[in-house]
């Protein structure tokens, strides 16, 4: 939702200022303003937020708000990364020998030239804001700041405060007995003190709420004074605990709760853990500032030429986040072990296969990524991913939310396979494991079940034929969104068709005979199916009418029986992109393709001529006809081992 990005995002922005950062010339400015304007978005975006499916702008107007403040977001992480190199001096030395940080002037220019791109987009959408001003006028006037309201003049810029504006502002408001006041909020007792003294004031120090009022509020202000659903209610408290007894935050957060589906606890979780992000976040720049580099958290060295990791890396014990992404280092130092605050290592695009046992020691460990994809032409292999090879007693890594790509032909010193010790991963929201074979399948199934925090599932078999075995997972873990499978399956696994939550299915080189779409259709929450690399051997697809509610997105590539399509009318009414690539056996455009009036996108690859020929607006009795609503038409191809586009 558009509220919680942004108030992650002024959370994030906090830092700039709290830290004295020396920013460049203007962009302390140009941050400022970027923050005031989305904290006059806030409360408004609570009622939008709710109101959008029903108002088409305002839904567009919010969007705009989303985008905004996630990007803005991606440009202030790239700062504070920048920041974090530039504080760190005879460790950074040497790395600027062996690295290519983006330390210089020209990085930092560019820096400038990002936040008033922001700014110039933020401009734009205030514009909008302003033209709903009349509509939410009451609601325009709660979220604005400052506000005067009957002589009171509230400012709660806490950690931003200039205290010669406090000094100011009295002469602004009339002393004249009656009740004017300032009131200036802040979390800093010195801010509190110094400002008292300026203005002849008092300071009112506040308590947090005790546990029984904190959870009284956050109900009254989530499920409208009714009391919290069974199912919510270990989510709820984990959400307040963040909010520490403090009324503004557990107004701020219970409001966008407040509109979220109840049903969907999976949008629960994802705001609770934005809050721990954003809580972790808070610190970094601090801690940098205190410490130099003995106290680095952060350590970015992706796409690098660095061939061998020097031992100075491994010094750094405060290190939080590694990421060697796309380097040419082929191994991990047994030193790792030595990095035990390590929660994030990032190795993808590496030639790194295995990892040493020492690996084990980093027990605070959540995302552990390490894989590579070779492409020998427009179309993947199924033998071009790489995991590695994890060492004996993996399952002992219990912190750890993110495991991709581990491969499972390994059994430890114990005689357990590394399938079975997955199972003890509890935390796991993302799993990626290769190399099965069909043997392995009860003992995956059996600690897939155990996963009941696994958002993400990706598994690939050993090699193309190869069974994948699913099918003794009574029931795939309740917060299940994303599933890939590669590789053969005898039927679709019997929980897919139960499993509401999933919103995205990829299935590649399933050889499926019968027609997935039957067991597929009825899934309230499908928003993209991508049926790829012979994933189904049949001769024909039918979308019946009714169903694929939600789904927005389909890819067909290389079913090599496939021959037609059919789209019956009223199936996919939310249909947006359509994919269809090297299906060489079908020479007609998909009939009833054209009552898909929301398809703004058709691509077609390395498809038979005959089918293509019949796009052509000049051929009589052709198939123009039925693609001409869609704004965008692209036929490729890969003759030359590249791809090469055309536009209709």
Known sequence: ?????????????????????????????????????????????????????????????????????????????????????RRVHGFFNFLCKTTRFVSNLKARHQMVSEVR????????ISEGHQRYHTIYGTIEQAS????????????CRGDALLLEEAEAIKYILP????????IITTRFAHLASTCC??????????????????WTLFCKKTFRGNLCPPHLEKISVRILKRCEGLPLAIVAISGVLAAKDRSRIDEWEMLHRSLGAELDGNGKLESMKRGGSRHLKLLDLRGTPLETLPDEIFKLIHLKYLSLRSTPIETIPKLIGKLENLETLDLKGTYVTELPDEILRLKKLRHLLLNNYEYGGPYPQFSGIRGFKAPCGIGSLQSLQKLSLIEADEINGNGISIVKELGRLTELR????????????????SSIGKLNNLRSLNIASLEEDEILDLQSLFSAPPLLQRLYLKGRLEK????????????????????????????????????ELQLLQEAYEGEGLCFKAG?????????LQRLNGLRWVKMEEGTMPHLERLYIRDCELVEEIPSGIEHITTLNLLVLGDMSDSLVSKLDPQVQDGDNWKISHIPEVTVMDSTYGYWRAKHL
């Open 1 to 85: 939702m558009a509220e919680a990005a942004v108030v992650n995002l002024l959370a994030n922005i906090a830092p700039f200022f709290r830290e004295e950062v020396n920013l460049l010339s203007g962009v302390r400015e140009e941050i400022e303003y970027i923050r005031d304007e989305f904290e006059r978005m806030t409360a408004f975006l609570r009622v939008a937020d709710a109101r959008e499916e029903s108002d088409p702008q305002l839904k567009v107007w919010v969007k705009q708000v989303r985008d905004a403040a996630l990007d803005t977001e991606d440009v202030l992480d790239k700062f504070k990364l920048h920041l974090a190199q």
């Open 117 to 124: 791109r922001i700014k110039s987009r933020v401009v734009n």
């Open 144 to 155: 604005t700041r400052p506000t005067i309201v009957t002589n009171e003049w509230h400012d």
């Open 175 to 182: 002393d004249n007995d009656c009740g004017s006041r300032v």
């Open 197 to 214: 003294q300026e203005i002849d004031g008092n300071i009112h120090s506040l308590m947090p709420l005790s546990a029984e009022d904190s």
């Open 430 to 445: 993302r799993l990626c494991i290769a190399k099965l074979r069909r043997d392995d399948g009860t003992a995956l199934c």
């Open 492 to 527: 679709l696994p019997h929980w897919i068709t139960s499993h509401h939550s999933l919103f995205k299915v990829y299935l590649k080189w399933s050889k499926l005979r019968v027609d997935p779409l039957q067991s597929l259709q009825d899934l309230p929450n499908l928003i």
């Open 547 to 555: 169903r694929f509610k939600r789904l927005k997105v389909v890819g």
